[in-house]
């Protein structure tokens, strides 16, 4: 009884702290102030880069908890004068002074409705899960596109909230409008390995064409390692079930399958029953 | 009301590119051109029809009393709105038009600060498109005060003046049935005692600052008619003569 | 107890009327349709719809299809009244047998304009009295209100006594007609031109190039008019209708040069612009309205009539048909392109700020289409109407009075039967089931 007990609290001991630890390493990317008015967002990797450490700040000047500042009734421009908040570095001295370049801090509204829903947001936000997950870096799309670019309009400020197909892909929701290959200066999706770390694996179910007795079970494990996504997406078949009419002219005329099974070089269709059992 | 500045009896005869008799021929038809400020954009071009005040005053060069104008500082301007948003309740601006905007710049070229703010309005202009094009004479500048008016009653909602506006500063209102803008909120606030409009009022970082350009006591006076900080108004080219002002510093 | 003679003259044109066979009557009573449905359309839209949900125009493109349209019926009928001022007041003898349904034309088609523009306006009413209540001298707007006006009136006035083939009297108030209808067309480009604002618009090109553009569809409107009306009459396109049409042509020919010259100059002077001229341009030329500008406004509008005009030698009705219609579609579509390329750039474009960063757009919506079509209805059916109304249209010109049997003052406008007209269709031996 007395080495359980001894057990259960050095394990406790250990992880508590550990977690509150863990806690403590990753701070909130960026806080959005919107008290007294809106709004202000502050980035702590903007700051870590300047070597401050996290003292510098959290000694009295700012509590850990985030947007706490904003509660306080001095938490205006006239205490930052006096150097009290940013102010103690913020005064031309240690950094540029509060009373110059206000955009530079200052977001604005982007209209009359202001995105108060995450003033906390995670430098790292996970979407999906298993092989075909994204980490997706706020800091990374911070520095072209303001909160507003994405919230509340495309996704919902809470993790877990957005339900990305393939399909979705070519749909230009989500992050699709911007990355679909037509804007300047923005990767489109098609490649893959931008986003997706590991490589994303096929569907594993058999996708049917068409019906009765003309149907084809397509398997994607007998073609991928041959041919790659590539080869059919997006160019023959979009991301979508279904979507595909395939007649037979289309046999003759080498689209969709038969771009590859056609007569000269790959299997030749000729054999019906290699695809229509 | 003409502004004879030669009659002590000094011709132009330096400038040489113009004879006295072309400038006293040009002022006669009542064109009243003053101010050098603000990269030569604070004038006051008035119709000699408009005796407002007697010869020899010194406020002649801006006919109006008051001379209703605002400064807008846009390296203050923090994007919060407030203004917009308190345009809106004060004078009851439907939700698919507007009398002001704060519009945002991104330069990414930009060193340290990147975005600016920048407020935009009806600029009460002295040489008003619209009122030109108005074939009924439904707004029209207040020849007290300088405001270009609407008169509700009068418009036939053909929108030429929302055409001419070299600022986009005029909407059809379908509540009212006539076209809206802003009137440095005249009938809100001004004709009911209040001194400043209501963008200016709420203003957090004094960006906006409404004023008499014709009294120098005003702080839009001081503000205005100095050479070390540059003040532009929009458009210029467009001849309109506003006067919203704006600047930096 | 004798009949009033008005009473008769107008059961006769009746009579004439129903007995235009079934072509002539599905045609008037579609074009009444369409006059009809399009007016409901848009006083639906602007009464109780709002033109704000209802019309594709916004805050940022006030101006659109409608006021393109009006210019498009107001451009044509000063045109016609000019076509038809060459010949029965300057005296031009090839141009005089169109006189009369020119001038016919030109009101009709004022009137159609004065419908579409009624249909945009949201308080048109006030427009009747703050008219003469509250001037406003320096308007363009006022102006070309008040003078297309007046130019009605002068219009009717002088087609009244055209038809009393009194051309003395007619062409002194024909001539003051073409006055005020140029002054008018002036401020009509005049509206736009005077915007510094907007400076696709802006100068003193767009009065000018009305008035090329004012004569170039005048021309090509009575030729399309004219060539229905003797196939609905039945009658043979020959004699001096004929040469009168090859007349026109030329003259159509040569304006068609000049359009096309000023919009060559046009669109070069762009090129050498400030910012917003260089956008409209590339929009234009190479972006979304490129389409609009090759093709129909070049290439429908001005380039294929030319050809096809000069194919035809004046004396190839058909061709010379086809070539008139493509150019009258080419000019709607060459209007409604002016006026709306000229709010295309936003007007703070040069602040670079996010609100601002694209081109507007601008769709018309089906309400607009039917508003004009309800303009083109009111232009058919009146056109229709009045060719079966009026009979002695042609061959009377000034010095060629065509007198049937003058029964007294106003009767005379209602002639029964034109003794040359009936002496044309028998000759003719063109009979398209039709007798007048």
Redesign the interface.
């Given at each position: 009884m007395r080495k359980r007990m001894l057990i259960l609290c050095t394990a406790l001991i250990i992880t508590v702290p550990l977690s509150g630890a863990g806690a403590a390493d990753k701070p909130p990317a960026g806080i959005l102030y919107t008290q007294?008015?809106?709004?202000v967002l502050f980035s702590h990797g903007d700051h870590l880069q300047k070597g401050t450490s996290c003292s510098t700040c959290h000694s009295g000047l700012f509590d850990m908890e985030a947007l706490r500042a904003q509660t306080r009734k001095d938490f205006n421009?006239a205490a930052l004068y006096k150097g009290k908040y940013c102010g103690a570095c913020h005064n031309g001295r240690k950094a540029?002074a509060a009373d110059t370049?206000?955009?530079?801090c200052?977001?604005?509204?982007?209209?009359?409705v202001a995105a108060e829903d995450a003033p906390v947001y995670k430098a790292t936000v996970r979407l999906g899960r298993g092989g075909q997950r994204v980490a997706f870096s706020h800091e990374s799309h911070r520095k072209k596109a303001t909160c507003r670019t994405c919230h509340p309009g495309l996704f919902q400020p809470k993790e877990g909230a957005a339900r990305i197909g393939m399909a979705d892909h070519d749909r230009n929701k989500f992050c699709f409008g911007c990355h679909s290959g037509k804007v300047r200066g923005v990767f489109a999706w098609s490649d893959c390995s931008r986003c997706h770390g590991k490589a994303v694996p096929a569907p594993k179910e058999a996708i049917r064409f068409g019906k009765e007795n003309r149907i084809v079970t397509f398997r994607h494990d007998t073609h991928q390692p041959k041919a790659g996504c590539q080869a059919c997406h997006p160019g023959l078949f979009a991301f979508r079930k279904g979507t595909a009419r395939i007649g037979f002219p289309d046999h003759m005329g080498g689209k969709f399958c038969f771009t590859c099974h056609a007569q000269k070089g790959g299997a030749a269709f000729y054999t019906c029953n290699g695809c229509h059992k | 009301m003409t502004f004879k500045p030669f009659e002590d009896g000094k011709p132009l005869e330096v400038s040489g590119t113009i004879s006295s008799l072309d400038r006293r021929a040009f002022l006669k038809i009542g064109l009243v051109v003053t101010g050098a400020f603000a990269g030569g954009a604070v004038v006051s071009a008035v119709s000699a029809a408009e005796k407002v005040f007697p010869r020899g005053s010194f406020p002649e060069k801006y006919p109006y009393k008051p001379h209703y104008c605002m400064v807008i500082r846009v390296d203050r301007c923090i994007g919060c709105r407030r203004c917009v948003e308190a345009c809106v309740a004060a004078n009851a601006v439907p939700d698919y038009g507007w009398r002001t905007l704060v519009l945002e710049r991104e330069e990414q070229a930009a060193i340290d600060q990147r975005r600016e703010f920048i407020p935009v309005l009806c600029n009460q202009c002295n040489n008003p498109p619209c009122v030109r094009a108005c074939p009924v004479r439904a707004t029209y500048k207040d020849r007290k005060n300088g405001i270009v008016m609407m008169d509700n009653r009068k418009c036939i909602g053909c929108k030429i003046c929302v055409a001419a506006c070299p600022y986009d500063a005029r909407y059809y209102n379908e509540e009212k049935g006539a076209i809206d803008k802003c009137d440095f909120c005249f009938e809100s606030r001004l004709s009911r005692g209040a001194k400043s409009t209501a963008c200016a009022v709420h203003c957090p970082a004094d960006v906006r600052i409404f004023g008499d350009l014709s009294d120098p006591r005003d702080r839009v006076y001081r503000l205005i008619h100095q050479l070390q900080k540059p003040v532009w108004v929009l458009k210029k080219e467009a001849g309109a003569r506003p006067n919203v002002f704006y600047m930096k510093g | 107890m004798k009949n009033s003679p008005l009473l008769d003259s107008l059961k006769a044109a009746g009579g004439r009327i129903l007995s235009g066979g079934p072509v002539y009557l599905s045609g008037a009573i579609l074009f009444a349709l369409l006059f009809i449905a399009g007016s409901v359309t848009g006083i639906h839209s602007v009464y109780f719809e709002g033109s704000r949900h209802a019309y594709g125009t916004s805050r940022e493109i006030p101006l659109a299809m409608l006021i393109a349209t009006y210019s498009f019926f107001v451009v044509a009928s000063t045109g016609l009244c000019l076509v038809s001022s060459i010949g029965h007041i300057f005296g031009v003898r090839a141009f005089q047998p169109i006189g009369k349904r020119a001038v016919l034309l030109s009101v009709i088609t004022i009137l159609s304009g004065f419908l579409v523009i009624g249909l945009e306006l949201e308080n048109p009413f006030r427009l009747a009295i703050y008219l003469f209540a509250s001037p406003n001298f320096s308007s363009n707007i006022w102006w070309m209100g008040t003078l297309y006006a007046c130019e009605v009136v002068l219009l009717i006035i002088e087609f009244i006594y055209l038809m009393l083939d009194r051309h003395r009297v007619s062409a002194v108030v024909g001539f003051f007609g073409i006055l005020f209808g140029v002054a008018a067309i002036s401020n009509l480009g005049g509206v736009f031109a005077t915007l510094n604002g907007r400076e696709f618009w802006y100068g003193p090109y767009l009065p000018i190039f009305f008035i090329a553009s004012a004569v170039m569809m005048g021309c090509a409107a009575i030729i399309f008019f004219t060539v229905i009306a003797h196939r609905i009459r039945g009658a043979a396109l020959d004699g001096p209708v004929a040469r009168s049409l090859a007349a026109v042509g030329k003259l159509l020919l040569l304006m068609l040069a000049v359009v096309l010259f000023f919009t060559i100059w046009r669109m070069v002077s762009l090129t050498a612009g400030g910012t917003e001229k260089l956008m409209v341009l590339d929009a234009l030329v190479s972006g979304p309205y490129a389409f609009n500008f090759w093709v129909m406004e070049i290439g429908l509008g001005i380039v294929l009539p030319f050809l096809l005009l000069l194919g035809s030698r004046g004396t190839r009705v058909g061709v010379m048909f086809l070539a008139v219609s493509l150019m009258i579609l080419g000019a709607f579509f060459a209007r409604l392109q002016m006026v709306v390329a000229g709010q295309i750039v936003p007007l703070y474009w040069d602040l670079g700020v996010l609100e601002f960063s694209r081109l507007h757009v601008y769709a018309p919506t089906w309400r607009e289409v039917m508003v004009v079509l309800a303009g083109v209805g009111f232009c058919g059916a009146a056109f229709l109407l009045g060719e079966k109304i009026f009979t002695n249209f042609d061959g009377a010109g000034a010095g060629v009075a065509v007198n049937i049997g003058k029964v007294g003052g106003g009767e005379k406008v209602f002639a029964s039967l034109d003794e040359t007209e009936a002496g044309a269709a028998v000759n003719g031996g063109k009979v398209d089931g039709d007798e007048p």
């Open positions: 007294p008015l809106k709004s421009m540029f370049q206000c955009a530079r200052h977001l604005g509204t982007r209209g009359r | - | -």
